[in-house]
Nanobody, 124 residues
Framework: QVQLVESGGGLVQAGGSLRLSCAAS????????MGWFRQAPGKEREFVAG????????SYADSVKGRFTISRDNAKNTVYLQMNSLKPEDTAVYYC?????????????????WGQGTQVTVSS
């Protein structure tokens, strides 16, 4: 089992940047693919970005490509989401999640463990 704790959310103006962090504890962090998801008020939770176990391959939702970057530091048991050029429509609660499936590829569903979320609010 793995426990996930997000941090780094806050209020930022449109065009600004934020860096989210997700610290993991428990079983071997490097054995999990990691993902970031978000849920805006009144909307379903959606996949934002994912990264393979080694960090060598990443995947992004079309809405954030070119603006967001996911990375991980397996030595620090931490995954990051660098968010640039933020827009009001990026406002949501952001969650990190861990996928322990044997698949090599980043998935957009089926994650096993979730953090409690961190609020990101982008003002216009």
């Amino acid at each position: 089992q793995v426990q996930l704790v997000e941090s780094g959310g806050g209020l930022v103006q449109a065009g600004g940047s934020l860096r989210l962090s997700c610290a993991a504890s428990g079983r071997s962090f490097s054995s999990y693919k990691m993902g970031w998801f978000r849920q805006a008020p009144g909307k379903e939770r959606e996949f934002v970005a994912g990264i393979r176990r080694s960090g060598g391959s990443t995947s992004y939702a079309d809405s954030v490509k070119g603006r967001f970057t996911i990375s991980r530091d397996n030595a620090k048991n931490t995954v990051y989401l660098q968010m640039n050029s933020l827009k009001p429509e990026d406002t949501a609660v952001y969650y990190c999640a861990a996928d322990g499936s044997p698949s090599l590829f980043v998935r957009t569903t089926g994650y096993d463990y979730w953090g409690q979320g961190t609020q990101v609010t982008v003002s216009s």
